[in-house]
Each structure stands twice: as C-alpha cells, then as structure tokens.
C-alpha cells in the first residue's frame, strides 16, 4: 500500500503519523459518514525542504475552506526521493464546531495525496489517489503477534456457490481436531477470500451436540432451511463471532476458549452469513476462521453470551422515522438464576461485538445493579454497518446476580415506505451484543422480545383467527384488517413520525418474553417467562466538558507506538 498510518492517544490528545509513497501533499480527515462534505481535514507536506500543515474542513457542497481555528499541530515531516512522512497531533475535544469530536465510537477515516505540493494554498484535486476506512481510534483492538508455530486449523467453506439472491446463510458442519489433552484457542483469524469483503457479512461458530450423528459431516447446506440436515439443528451456543470490517481477535493473556476436555466443542457449525444485494451470480467463496490454539493452559475459560432483542417478526420499527430505539433486556431474572447456580461471585467481561443491519446508527450495552444505572459496557454512537467487531472493555467488567443489561439500538428508517422486521437479512434489523467473558457458565443466550398483542392493538386490531394455522398469523377484525396476516395490517396502517414516536413509546413499556437459554438446547426455568421493563434509575450524565486551549507537547517518533493500522491503498472503498 502507498498510504500507511499509524497514531498513538491519551487522555486529551491524538498523534498520527502518516507516510505516503508521494513528494506532493497528503491529506488526512475525519468524516461523519465516509464522504467528503462536512469533514475534518488537514493537509500538510514539505515543500522545498520546508514543512506545511493546514486545518481544513469540508461543507455541505464539499467545497474544502481554511479553518479559522487551527487545531492540528505539527509535530515533524520529513522527505526523500519517494516518501513524505507528516505527524501531527490535535486535542481529541477540540471545541471547534468544524472539528469531528473523537471518541470510542466508530470514526470514518478519509485519506488522500497528490504528487504536487499546495503549501499553504488551495490544493489541487487528488484524483483517483484518495479511500476512507472506519476505525476505533481510541480502541483500535490487540494486534498482538503470536509465536510463528502456533498450531492452528482452518473452518472454511470450499467453492461454495453462493446463491444468487439478497440473502443467504450457509452452514457447515465440522469436528474439532482431536486433542489427548485441553488446549486454549489463544487467537481466531478471518480468512475472507480477496474480493470479498462486502460479500460476507458475518460468521458464527455453533456448538453443537456431542452425540450428532457422524455421517452429516463436512456437510453444508442452506441454515434454517425446512431441509437442511438434522444435527443442524442441535448446534444453538454461540461459540465466536466475526463481522464484516473486523479484523483477528486476540484473547487476553488470562483468557483462552477451551477445547479438548469434556466440556468443550467437539462439533461445530460454521454459519456465513453472505450479502449479495445485485444478484450477482457464479459467485464462488471458501471463507472461514482460523483457530490458534497451544498447550499452554491460561487461567480462565472464555465464554460467550448473546444478549439483545431475540431475533423475531414481533421486532418491528415503522417506516419513514429519523429516530426508533429498540431494547433487548438480558434480565435480571435470567442473571440471578444462571449465576446464583454456576458462579455465584459473577463473571467478567472483557470484550462486547455491538450488531445491527442497514438501519442501525447507534447502539450501546447498558449495566444496572439494584436498579441503578452503571457505565455503559460499550457503546458506539456511529455504528457502521460495514465495520463490526469486538471492543476490548478498557478494564474488565464484573456481572453479578441480579444485575440487568439492556441492548439498546437506534434506527433510521426515514427512507422506508414499509414496516422493517427482525430477522436474518440485511434488509430486515437486528439488535444485539456478544458479550466475551469468563469464567464460562452455562448460559448461551439471555434476551427478550416485546410482546405482540400492545403492538396489534395499538394499530387497531381486535382479534385474530385462532387457533393460529399459519404463520405470520391471519387477523380477523377489524374489517379493514380482515383476512390480513399481522405483517400486512401492519404495513397497512397509515404510519406518521407522530404515530411512529407514541408506537416507539408504548413498545419499549410492553411486558417482554424472557429467552434464557442454556448450552445444548436447554433452558433455565425463567425461559418464557413474561416480565414488565424493569424500573431504572439512569445514570447521571457528566457535566458540559469546559473548552480550554492547553498547552501544547511536542512528541517524538518513538512515542508513535501505542496503536498502528496500516490502510492499504488497493483494500479500501474509493469516494
């Protein structure tokens, strides 16, 4: 790649170091959506043995004018027959209306270069030499390296034909390695195959009955397909899971998801999620995971919880909104149960994959205990469909018994015409959190989905045809909704941004049905219980940071070592 970032932070102040494959300018922004109006800029370079740096910013006709307040500090640029190199570092709350406000939620970085110099004037147009990439600048991940003979194996798909439609889950059957002893997957890496990156969405790994019947593996076939092979069907604990923008993720030091004993996986189902908008069809793919795994046991095994709204057409958001916000509660009921059986000193978190499809645009993991709201468990208030994975918790967080989560998700819907539903497309939504902890208990899923009748009711109907034959279920009065399943009555009723909010309103107060499932298609007793949104005190906001112009600190090239991303030019998508 020609453009190469790395930056370091702490808790006032960012420094970035670019190098370019350019004697001209680079460029460096901050966008709120990828796209150049409304961006933060900065541009700089060494012309004439002279170094420049200029603060930009980008309105709404991406028109690119010289900021008033000049925020970006040069910290030192260099340059040789090939490369510019240019760090410079900025307050990450800047209090200028022009800067982006940088914090733990996904940022959308722009780059560009030119092989001219500008100096302190207009630049000229980049061209084609310009790509933007999300980033977690403040919690960029473990990039840490591993011993080169670390033992690993692959779970991949091998020239699967992906189908030509919007959307298909494809499900693959396999046996973990044999072991004679326990060993710790300490590392788990994507394989995406080249030119594939906005084609596979997600992958989960199942684990899944230890008595399923042999012969069906290597299997793959279409998941949740009234065909698709019965040992599918026993694989339900989420074991990992890796979305489209992550990269590979790193245990910690005292942390490794076991394999080998009792206990552990010895089948697993690898679920692909692909994302084929255009139909495009010969589409062949043979993308996976790769495990690390040693025998040198750590401390704790690792364990993952699903938390959030349960996956479901009673998960609805009307059409042509700015705003909705869906609640998934893993309750109280569910925590105090698993946890006062299997550990009842709690368990740790130490990192949180956030997901939702298209409409999502914020979501965050709420934590109360006794009714009193805790700091978030992670958040992002600028969710990028295109860039889900695991945050590392900057320290470990303790759940106790009784304690309660919220999944909380905010949805734009304002260019929909239709109702929106849970469900497994790209197109429909989502609302969840993958909770890593440990010690691992048994406790796969803990969610809950608001209940149906309050939403009926509120559009108006009165009954349904029962006993219930189909699905989605007919509705039976009022006349207008006469002969309607509950999907069209809802996309029937003649929605407004009023009617939406006071729907929003009345949702998120409804009793809920409680998911609180064990490994191995086993349930707690509170399973299906129905329960009331707990009454919870929120957390008392900070107060309004005070904007002060501190002094400035000049850092060294060596102090550039905390967090390193490299963009490669060929990888990223071009504005």
Not at 25 to 38: C, K, R, V
Not at 43 to 55: A, F, N, R, S, T
Not at 147 to 161: A, C, G, I, K, Q
Not at 525 to 546: E, F, L
Request: with cysteine.
């Amino acid at each position: 790649g020609k453009y190469h970032m790395r930056w370091k932070y702490d808790e006032n102040t960012i420094t970035f170091e670019i190098q370019v494959e350019t004697n001209g300018y680079i460029g460096f922004g901050l966008s709120p959506n990828g796209a150049m109006a409304l961006s933060d800029i900065v541009i700089g370079g060494v012309e004439k043995g002279k170094p420049y740096l200029q603060d930009y910013f980008a309105d709404t006709s991406r028109q690119v004018l010289r900021d008033d307040q000049q925020n970006y500090h040069l910290e030192y640029a260099s340059e040789n027959n090939t490369h510019t190199v240019l760090a410079f570092s900025r307050d990450l709350d800047t209090c200028d209306r022009n800067d982006k406000l940088i914090t733990e939620s996904t940022i959308r970085v722009i780059w560009a270069y030119h092989n001219e110099d500008c100096g302190l004037a207009v630049p000229k147009y980049h061209g084609v030499n310009r790509g933007r990439k999300s980033l977690r600048l403040l919690n960029p991940g473990s990039y840490a390296s591993i011993p080169s003979e670390t033992t690993f194996f692959d779970l991949r798909n091998h020239n699967m034909l992906v189908p030509f439609k919007d959307t298909t889950y494809w499900c693959k059957l396999f046996k973990i390695p044999k072991l004679d002893r326990k060993h710790h997957v300490i590392r788990i890496d994507p394989l995406i195959q080249s030119g594939h990156r906005n084609l596979v969405h997600h992958i989960l790994l199942y684990q899944c009955d230890i008595k399923l019947n042999e012969s069906e593996l290597d299997l793959d076939h279409e998941c949740y397909h009234p065909n698709m092979p019965d040992s599918f069907f026993t694989c339900e604990s989420v074991v990992f899971a890796w979305a489209i923008g992550g990269e590979g993720f790193m245990y910690p030091p005292h942390v490794g998801l076991s394999i080998g004993t009792s206990l552990d996986p010895v089948y697993i189902l690898m679920e692909v999620h692909y994302d084929n908008p255009t139909h495009q069809q010969g589409l062949t793919d043979s993308s996976g995971l790769r495990l690390f795994y040693t025998p040198v046991l750590r401390k704790y095994d690792a364990g993952v919880i699903e938390t959030g709204v349960w996956v479901s057409l009673y998960h609805m958001l009307p059409p042509g909104l700015p705003e909705y916000i869906s609640q998934g509660h893993c309750t109280k009921e569910c925590l105090q149960e698993s946890l006062d059986l299997e550990m009842p000193t709690g368990i740790r978190v130490f990192a949180v994959l956030l997901h939702s499809h298209l409409a999502g645009r914020a979501l965050r993991t709420r934590h109360f205990r006794k009714n009193k709201e805790l700091q978030p468990l992670a958040y992002d208030n600028e969710f990028d469909f295109n860039f889900q994975e695991f945050q590392y918790l900057e320290e470990e967080r303790l759940i106790l018994p009784g304690d309660n989560l919220i999944t909380e998700c905010k949805y734009n819907t304002r260019d929909r015409k239709n109702m929106t539903w849970g469900g497994l497309s790209t197109r429909d939504e989502m609302c969840l959190s993958y909770l890593l902890y440990y010690p691992r208990i048994n406790l796969s899923r803990c969610e809950s989905l608001p209940e149906i009748t309050g939403q009926l009711t509120f559009i108006g109907v009165k009954e349904i045809y029962s006993p219930a034959t189909t699905w989605p279920f007919i509705i039976k009065s009022p006349r207008k909704y006469n002969n309607l399943s509950f999907m069209e009555a809802m996309d029937k009723y003649r929605w407004s941004k009023k009617r939406g909010k006071e729907f929003n309103e009345l949702v998120v107060r409804l009793p809920m049905n409680v998911r609180c499932a064990k490994h191995n298609q086993e349930e707690w007793s509170s399973q299906g219980m129905i329960v009331s949104p707990p009454d919870v005190k929120r957390r008392a906001t900070s107060s309004p940071v005070t904007c002060s112009r501190a002094s400035h600190v000049n850092c060294s090239p060596a102090l550039l070592t905390l967090a390193c991303f490299f963009i490669y030019h060929q990888e990223l998508f071009l504005m």
